[in-house]
């Protein structure tokens, strides 16, 4: 790792953290989304946050639809 990644915080985390299917399937969503009309990409990233919160939070809960 170089001086410059030091001094910007970043790290290969790579080496530590194990991939699971759902991560390698993040970046092909992502393309997905991005060439979506704006309107269907706002909602489909709404969606994918929501999906990724409730995956770090443990899903203890299902999301209610009113915030």
């Known amino acids: ?6 001094q910007q915080g970043e790290r290969d985390e790579s ?3 194990p991939a699971t299917p759902a991560d ?7 393309r997905v989304i ?4 704006l309107a269907q990409r706002a909602d489909a ?11 770090l939070e443990g899903g ?3 999301r209610t639809q009113g915030r």
């Open 45 to 55: 990233y709404v969606q994918l946050h929501d999906e990724m919160r409730d995956r």
């Open 60 to 62: 203890d809960a299902p």
């Open 15 to 17: 080496a530590t953290t």
């Open 1 to 6: 790792m170089s001086t410059y990644d030091e």
């Open 34 to 37: 991005e060439h979506q009309p």
């Open 24 to 30: 390698d399937a993040l970046l092909p969503r992502l």
